[in-house]
Structure formats: structure tokens, C-alpha cells
């Protein structure tokens, strides 16, 4: 997958500030990893830590203003890129949660086209979720209110736009939504916001030599999902952090269109998972590396002793068998973790974090199944035979209810399985128990080639037999491109 080109000098050297001597072909600029190894990339720029937005407490109600808006960005030094931000010119703030509370979020659209925002991860009333039947019309304001219901969890927003989703979470309209709650701020968990509790949105775009990056995925991205040959967090490519703390937690959320990561240390260096989509895993998991699909989260602590600089990396040659070229993602250094010479020392993790009881299958009112289809030459695609139509309920489900959801697919591709409105469990991948990594609460699972997931569902809350919720791909070039479907609580 590497492509024809062969990396000189000259392009390593210009790669951090100017622009100029970047190498493009077909009037893209190539990103300087490609063709060396992740390794010898400079990391230049600091990484962006988006402003924490905590809303503003009015009759008990938090409330949050939002405005989508148009901007321009800049990727590279004197290269100016039109993108589109929440309060900002790309991405959104980092907006601070808490459990039980009454929450507003006054979303105003200035973008000059339709939108939605969509809170992906939460527990919310149908017509609050901002999914395609929430448009936000050009000009308007829409306040969705509920109660944050939801344990401590790095949550995220995204427009949702029937048909139109894929092209503005491109320009940036997407955002981190951490949630807290008593438990959580009472374990000894690194929580200082842009020291040694980091959030990381992870991207990739690629850009034209003008600096452009149009949202332009053809029949291969349509087919793979749209990844570009830059990596991006927080807006920023391949930035570093200064680290001045032995541990440092990461709080990673995959916002990109269609890629799926295979995150690792470039040192092999083991860490710590304490989160997953929904919330606190029930003891700290530790591996050294990670499978991060489109809409999923996962909360990382890193011990970054040692006195030397690393970098979080993704190796596609790390990807399950099944997956097609290790699903099309190039070799990413996305963030070099850079520890500083005296680090304070941190506390040990604590062994228990929260209750996380074995999933209870013993009381399935029923089992649904969903076949994820992929179109033939990047048609159109489904899910049980039908694309997705706006006027077509497809499942209904009962409240208090507990199913079973058997996921699969029907192609070469993998497709990570989101549903609204709920925290599942994983219960097994082709019969077996899922890992460490999946055993907590998820809302997104990456469903792999020839794979049955099965997911344990349950609505507790809300109904409204009218209006629905999604359940889709997350890779968005298959979800706009019919691969979603609707259901109603009732
Ligand atoms: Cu993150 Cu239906 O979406
Ligand atoms: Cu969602
Ligand atoms: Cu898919």
C-alpha cells in the first residue's frame, strides 16, 4: 500500500514548517511517513488541547451554546484550509459533562447548508439524539434538553445529516464530550485536563497542495471508507505532548470517517485501558495494543518513564486477517509522547474501578439479527436487505426488554456496529469471549470479516413510538451510503 514515491532529504526537512517542499502527487500533498518508517517522522507542532467547555448553570438547567460554523484552518504553515468547526474554525470544545444533570445544549447552524447534532454514546429521549430526523436548517437554533443519565464516559457529537454525514464530520464537525460522576472523580485516576488527562481525537485527511481537503471518496471510499494519508489529532498533524507526570491518561475517541486504528506504542511499551465507549472497564486492562474503529473510545493511562521519547502509532500490518490491506489505513505516528527529565510521580492505578457484572443472558425476551451488506462497486448498501429509508421503521423494541443482537456482515470489510441511546455489552465474537478491551460498557464494535458478534441490548429509559434511533455503521461512507437502519423504544 505504500505508494510509488521515494522520500528525499529535501522533503524531510521541509515537512514541519514550510510547505512548499512537501512531495505531492496528483495534487496531493504525500504525507513524509509514507515511504519511511513511523519512526523517523519529526513530530513539529504541539498538541492542540480543545478548550474545555463546562456550560453555564441557569434555573438548574447546565446549558451549552453551540454554533456550527464555517472556517479556515491551518494544517500546514501558509497553507490555509476551509474547514468547519462547533465554536471554532474545526472540531468543537470539549464540552464537561456531570451525571444527573438537566443539560441544554442550544445548537445554532451557521454552516450555509442543513446539519444535525448527534450525541453519540448516550441515554436520551428519541427526539433529543440529533440523529436525520433532527435537522438543524440553516439559520436555526435547536435545544434538545435531557438529563445526562450516562456513567463517566468520553462521549463525542457529530453531525448526523441524512445522506451528508461523511462530508461534514470531514470538514470537522465533531467533538469530545466527557461525562463525570461521583465514582469517578473519587478513584485515583490522572484527571488534570491537558496535563496528565489528555483528549485525543484521531483523524486522518488528506489535502490538496492548495491546502484544500475536499471531502471527494469516489468508489473507493465509498467501498473502504474515506481515509486520508495524514494523521491528525486534535486538528493537528502528528503533534507532540510534553509530558511532567509518570502517567499520563489518553482519552482516545476514533473520528475519523472510515479508518480503523491498530494503536501501539512505537517502543511496544504496555499500558493501561480504563475506559471503553461507555465508561470505566471493571479493572484496569493491559495490553500493548489496541483496535480503535470509527465512533469508538477508549480511555488509556500510559506509564511514561523510561527517559526517552515514544509515539503513538498506527500499524496496519497488526490488523486482524480478514481485514482487506489492513483496511486501507497507512503506518500513522500520530502523537510523540515526549517525558520530561523530572516526571512527578503519579499513584499507582487502582485494581478495582467499577462494578461490571457478568452480562445476564438469562432473561432474552428475543434474538434480532443484522446483516451488514456492502453494494457492489460502492452501491448502494444495507442492512437486512434494506438501505436505509427514513420513513421505515425497522425494529421495534420493547423498554426494559433485554435482546440479543447478532451482528455479521457479508463482505471482505470490517464495519463497526453503532446503536443510540444505549450501552450494550459484547457478549462473544464467533462463540468467543470478548477481550479485556470489549468486556466493559460499548455503544460501537467493530464487527470483522466473517465474524457474528453478539451484543447484549436493553432500552431502559425513554420510549416514543414515533420517533426513531440508528443503528449503522460507523464508518461513515456506509452509513450515508444505506448501511443503517431505525428503531423505536416503546
Ligand atoms: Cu456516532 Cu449514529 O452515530
Ligand atoms: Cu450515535
Ligand atoms: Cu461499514
Same mark, same amino acid.
Request: proline letters at 7%; one cysteine or more.
Given at each position: 500500500m505504500r505508494p510509488p514515491f521515494k522520500m528525499t532529504r529535501r522533503n524531510i526537512l521541509?515537512?514541519?514548517?514550510?510547505?512548499?517542499?512537501?512531495?505531492?502527487?496528483?495534487?496531493?500533498?504525500l504525507y513524509p511517513g509514507?515511504?519511511?518508517?513511523?519512526?523517523?517522522?519529526?513530530?513539529?507542532?504541539p498538541l492542540a488541547i480543545p478548550p474545555q467547555d463546562t456550560g453555564n448553570l441557569v434555573d438548574n438547567v447546565r446549558v451549552f451554546d453551540l454554533e456550527l460554523q464555517k472556517g479556515t484552518s491551518t494544517f500546514f504553515d501558509g497553507l490555509e484550509t476551509d474547514t468547519m468547526g462547533i465554536n471554532g474554525a474545526y472540531l468543537g470544545p470539549v464540552l464537561r459533562?456531570?451525571?444527573?444533570?438537566?443539560?441544554?445544549?442550544?445548537?445554532?447552524?451557521?454552516?450555509?447548508?442543513?446539519?444535525?447534532?448527534?450525541?453519540?454514546?448516550?441515554?436520551?429521549?428519541a427526539r433529543m439524539d440529533g440523529g436525520p430526523h433532527q435537522q438543524i436548517e440553516d439559520g436555526e437554533v435547536w435545544s434538545p434538553q435531557f438529563e445526562i443519565t450516562d456513567k463517566a464516559a468520553t462521549m463525542w457529537f457529530h453531525s448526523h445529516v441524512f445522506h451528508g454525514t461523511a462530508n461534514q464530520v470531514w470538514a470537522g464537525i465533531a467533538g469530545m464530550a466527557i461525562i463525570d460522576d461521583a465514582e469517578s472523580v473519587a478513584l485515583d485516576l490522572p484527571r488534570d485536563y491537558g496535563?496528565?488527562?489528555?483528549?485525543?481525537?484521531?483523524?486522518?485527511?488528506?489535502?490538496?497542495?492548495?491546502?484544500?481537503?475536499?471531502?471527494?471518496?469516489?468508489?473507493?471510499?465509498?467501498?473502504?471508507?474515506?481515509i486520508g494519508n495524514f494523521p491528525l489529532v486534535n486538528g493537528v498533524i502528528s503533534p507532540y505532548l510534553d509530558v511532567r507526570t509518570s502517567q499520563v491518561r489518553l482519552r482516545l475517541l476514533n473520528g475519523s470517517n472510515g479508518s480503523i486504528y491498530q494503536l501501539e506504542f512505537s517502543d511496544g511499551r504496555a499500558f493501561s485501558q480504563i475506559a471503553s465507549d461507555g465508561g470505566l472497564l471493571g479493572t484496569p486492562a493491559e495490553?500493548? %495494543?489496541?483496535?480503535?474503529?470509527?465512533?469508538?473510545?477508549?480511555?488509556?493511562?500510559?506509564?511514561?518513564?523510561?527517559?526517552?521519547?515514544?509515539?503513538?502509532?498506527?500499524?496496519?500490518?497488526?490488523?486482524? %486477517?480478514?481485514?482487506?490491506?489492513?483496511?486501507?489505513?497507512?503506518?500513522?505516528?500520530?502523537?510523540?509522547?515526549?517525558?520530561?527529565n523530572r516526571l512527578t510521580a503519579a499513584k499507582p492505578l487502582p485494581a478495582k474501578l467499577t462494578d461490571m457484572p457478568v452480562p445476564d443472558e438469562s432473561n432474552v425476551a428475543r434474538t434480532r439479527k443484522f446483516v451488514l451488506?456492502?453494494?457492489?462497486?460502492?452501491?448502494?448498501?444495507?442492512?437486512?436487505?434494506?438501505?436505509?429509508?427514513?420513513?421505515?421503521?425497522?425494529?421495534?423494541?420493547?423498554?426494559?426488554?433485554?435482546?440479543?443482537?447478532?451482528?455479521?456482515?457479508?463482505?471482505?470489510?470490517?464495519?463497526?456496529?453503532?446503536?443510540h441511546n444505549t450501552q450494550y455489552r459484547v457478549l462473544s465474537r464467533n462463540g468467543r469471549a470478548p477481550s479485556p478491551s470489549e468486556a466493559g460498557l460499548?455503544?460501537?464494535?467493530?464487527?470483522?470479516?466473517?465474524?457474528?458478534?453478539?451484543?447484549?441490548?436493553?432500552?431502559?429509559?425513554?420510549?416514543?413510538?414515533?420517533?426513531?434511533?440508528?443503528?449503522?455503521?460507523?464508518?461513515?461512507?456506509?452509513?450515508?451510503g444505506g448501511m443503517m437502519g431505525q428503531f423505536t423504544v416503546v
Amino acid at each position: 500500500m505504500r505508494p510509488p514515491f521515494k522520500m528525499t532529504r529535501r522533503n524531510i526537512l521541509m515537512a514541519g514548517g514550510a510547505t512548499l517542499g512537501l512531495a505531492a502527487i496528483g495534487g496531493y500533498i504525500l504525507y513524509p511517513g509514507q515511504g519511511m518508517a513511523a519512526t523517523d517522522l519529526a513530530h513539529i507542532k504541539p498538541l492542540a488541547i480543545p478548550p474545555q467547555d463546562t456550560g453555564n448553570l441557569v434555573d438548574n438547567v447546565r446549558v451549552f451554546d453551540l454554533e456550527l460554523q464555517k472556517g479556515t484552518s491551518t494544517f500546514f504553515d501558509g497553507l490555509e484550509t476551509d474547514t468547519m468547526g462547533i465554536n471554532g474554525a474545526y472540531l468543537g470544545p470539549v464540552l464537561r459533562l456531570r451525571k444527573g444533570e438537566e443539560t441544554r445544549l442550544n445548537v445554532t447552524n451557521s454552516l450555509g447548508e442543513a446539519s444535525t447534532l448527534h450525541w453519540h454514546g448516550f441515554n436520551l429521549p428519541a427526539r433529543m439524539d440529533g440523529g436525520p430526523h433532527q435537522q438543524i436548517e440553516d439559520g436555526e437554533v435547536w435545544s434538545p434538553q435531557f438529563e445526562i443519565t450516562d456513567k463517566a464516559a468520553t462521549m463525542w457529537f457529530h453531525s448526523h445529516v441524512f445522506h451528508g454525514t461523511a462530508n461534514q464530520v470531514w470538514a470537522g464537525i465533531a467533538g469530545m464530550a466527557i461525562i463525570d460522576d461521583a465514582e469517578s472523580v473519587a478513584l485515583d485516576l490522572p484527571r488534570d485536563y491537558g496535563v496528565d488527562d489528555i483528549p485525543v481525537v484521531l483523524q486522518d485527511r488528506s489535502f490538496q497542495t492548495s491546502g484544500q481537503m475536499p471531502y471527494d471518496p469516489g468508489i473507493g471510499g465509498r467501498m473502504m471508507g474515506m481515509i486520508g494519508n495524514f494523521p491528525l489529532v486534535n486538528g493537528v498533524i502528528s503533534p507532540y505532548l510534553d509530558v511532567r507526570t509518570s502517567q499520563v491518561r489518553l482519552r482516545l475517541l476514533n473520528g475519523s470517517n472510515g479508518s480503523i486504528y491498530q494503536l501501539e506504542f512505537s517502543d511496544g511499551r504496555a499500558f493501561s485501558q480504563i475506559a471503553s465507549d461507555g465508561g470505566l472497564l471493571g479493572t484496569p486492562a493491559e495490553m500493548n %495494543r489496541l483496535q480503535l474503529g470509527p465512533g469508538e473510545r477508549a480511555e488509556l493511562v500510559v506509564d511514561v518513564s523510561g527517559g526517552k521519547n515514544f509515539r503513538l502509532i498506527n500499524n496496519p500490518s497488526a490488523a486482524p %486477517r480478514g481485514h482487506m490491506f489492513g483496511g486501507g489505513v497507512p503506518e500513522f505516528s500520530f502523537l510523540e509522547i515526549r517525558p520530561s527529565n523530572r516526571l512527578t510521580a503519579a499513584k499507582p492505578l487502582p485494581a478495582k474501578l467499577t462494578d461490571m457484572p457478568v452480562p445476564d443472558e438469562s432473561n432474552v425476551a428475543r434474538t434480532r439479527k443484522f446483516v451488514l451488506q456492502m453494494g457492489m462497486m460502492g452501491g448502494e448498501n444495507s442492512i437486512n436487505d434494506l438501505p436505509m429509508a427514513l420513513d421505515v421503521i425497522n425494529e421495534v423494541v420493547k423498554k426494559g426488554e433485554t435482546e440479543i443482537w447478532e451482528v455479521s456482515s457479508n463482505g471482505m470489510v470490517a464495519h463497526p456496529f453503532h446503536v443510540h441511546n444505549t450501552q450494550y455489552r459484547v457478549l462473544s465474537r464467533n462463540g468467543r469471549a470478548p477481550s479485556p478491551s470489549e468486556a466493559g460498557l460499548k455503544d460501537t464494535v467493530v464487527v470483522n470479516p466473517n465474524e457474528v458478534v453478539r451484543i447484549l441490548v436493553r432500552f431502559d429509559t425513554y420510549t416514543d413510538a414515533e420517533r426513531p434511533y440508528m443503528y449503522h455503521c460507523h464508518i461513515l461512507e456506509h452509513e450515508d451510503g444505506g448501511m443503517m437502519g431505525q428503531f423505536t423504544v416503546v
